[in-house]
């Protein structure tokens, strides 16, 4: 490791402590943006990479709230607006238990370099609770994000952060947020993308994270002539990109046959179809049941609960050539990685954010297998986020089709710029430094022109 990596992660360790999964995501683009700060003194010298770093401002509340029991609750609210070179802050809302700083400042710091990917103008941002909406009635959950919105809407506008949803937010939250903020505000703008189609939505936006990890792994296999056709692909989450994800690889002729949630994980066997797939949607969305009953609808899909004694996950031991992690962070450890590899995965498209960790994407890299990093994987979700907001300005509504295929342009062109920025620092087909490096140089050059600020 050169000093610079050794240096700005000294510096990074000490100014933001016990933030393992920050120092995680800016020690892997440090370490691919070495070569890149070599070449180009004037982006050490302007330390913009520690500009990077240091988030523009973070805003963090309370947000008190009356449970069905009449018991007030409090949770902590956040907002991280990383960066703002290439465009308003942008990125989801998280509401998991496990949310706090260093989670969403990792969450953060990677939106800017996935933002920029998507060549659309949107800089980086974050946001979230450690609200659980698990368990929760929806009278509990509107009054949470009632509470929610009422500070967040002091920071947040469509010129200047435009949050969506992640883990925990989806169309039910997004509209409890946004009808809070209209309220407020007394205006009705484009303050946040995964709006309900009847009120400023897009097409295509619940599907687009995961449609586009599936377009990418596409692209990938269109390197070595292949194509999804026939391929087994393992699933993991169960939530908005791991749905979206199975009904593209069914459209594009593969079969998925596992997916998860917290509570475990369905093996089947037969592949999951459409009428599956349209039963994991009702279970999921609308239901809000766990992942076993699917196990009960169809004997012939297997439930293995969740062990959190196990030192791998046993989802990602079966025979397959794709595997498309789409429900958390570090979720692929070394030894899942290994198990991948040995069971014949030559694909790998995260649909989730850094699912895996440090010596699994060591691994992916040096066996040179085809290794789609989250950031440029993923990035088709804030992509049509992206094109969510052209709509809200134009005040038009473009069809399913149209958005279908930009966003296709979009991740054709994020894997293009992987390809070319990898090929020009010498380390053909790798993603991961490719994904690094063409993000990092937008956002760079952008702020070298707008001076130190
Ligand atoms: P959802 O809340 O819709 O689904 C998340 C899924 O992952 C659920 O099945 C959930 O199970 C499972 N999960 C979450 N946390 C854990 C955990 N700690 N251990 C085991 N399982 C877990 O979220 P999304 O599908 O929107 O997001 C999934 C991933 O994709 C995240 O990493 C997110 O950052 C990333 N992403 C999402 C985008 C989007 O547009 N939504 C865009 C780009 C990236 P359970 O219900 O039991 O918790």
């Not at 520690?50 to 309370?62: G, K, L, S, T, Y």
Request: hydrophobic share 40%; charged share 25%.
């Amino acid at each position: 490791m050169s000093t610079f990596v050794n240096d700005f992660m000294a510096e990074l360790k000490a100014k933001n402590p016990a933030e393992p999964e920050f120092h995680q995501a800016a020690q892997e683009v440090a370490e691919s943006l070495e070569v890149v700060i070599d070449r180009n003194p004037a982006y050490r010298k302007m330390k913009i990479l520690e500009r990077i770093a240091e988030p523009d401002r973070v805003i963090v509340f309370r947000v008190p709230w009356i449970d069905d029991a009449g018991e007030v609750q409090v949770n902590r609210g956040f907002r991280i607006e990383m960066n703002s070179a290439i465009g308003p802050y942008k990125g989801g809302l998280r509401f998991h238990p496990s949310v706090y700083l260093g989670l969403l400042k990792f969450l953060a710091f990677e939106q800017v370099f996935k933002n920029s990917l998507t060549t659309l103008p949107m800089g980086g941002g974050k946001g979230g609770s450690d609200f659980d909406p698990k368990g929760k009635s929806d009278n509990e959950v509107m009054r949470f994000c009632q509470s929610f919105m009422l500070e967040l809407q002091r920071h947040i506008g469509q010129f200047t952060d435009v949050p969506a949803g992640d883990i925990g937010v989806g169309g039910r939250e997004i509209g409890y947020l946004f009808g809070q903020y209209k309220r407020v505000r007394n205006e009705f703008t484009g303050v946040l993308t995964g709006k309900g189609i009847n009120w400023g939505g897009s097409l295509i936006r619940p599907e687009a994270t995961g449609y586009g990890s599936v377009y990418f792994a596409a692209e990938m296999l269109a390197t070595r002539g292949e194509t999804l056709e026939g391929k087994k692909c393992l699933v993991s989450g169960s939530g908005n990109v791991a749905q979206y994800t199975m009904e593209k690889i069914i459209d594009l002729g593969g079969k998925a046959v596992t997916f998860s949630d917290s509570s475990g994980y369905i093996y089947d066997e037969a592949g999951i179809d459409r009428a599956k797939l349209a039963f994991i949607l009702e279970l999921k969305n609308v239901k809000r049941g766990r992942v076993k009953e699917y196990a009960d609808a169809y004997p012939g899909a297997v439930f293995t609960p969740a062990d959190k004694e196990r030192e791998h996950n046993p989802l990602w031991t079966h025979q397959a050539d794709c595997a498309f992690p789409s429900a958390t962070q570090n979720e692929i450890n070394a030894k899942d990685a290994q198990n991948l590899l040995d069971n014949g995965v030559s694909v790998v498209s995260e649909g989730s954010n850094m699912p895996t960790v440090p010596e699994g994407v060591e691994l992916f890299v040096e066996k040179g297998i085809l290794y789609g990093p989250g950031k440029a994987a993923n990035a088709g979700g804030v992509a049509t986020s992206g094109l969510e907001m052209s709509q809200n300005s134009l005040r038009l509504n473009w069809t399913r089709e149209e958005v279908d295929a930009r966003l296709r342009g979009i991740m054709k062109a994020i894997h293009k710029q992987c390809v070319d920025a990898a090929a020009a620092y010498d380390m053909k087909g790798n993603y991961v430094a490719g994904a690094n490096i063409a993000g990092f140089l937008k956002v760079a050059d952008s702020m070298l022109d707008q001076g130190v600020i």
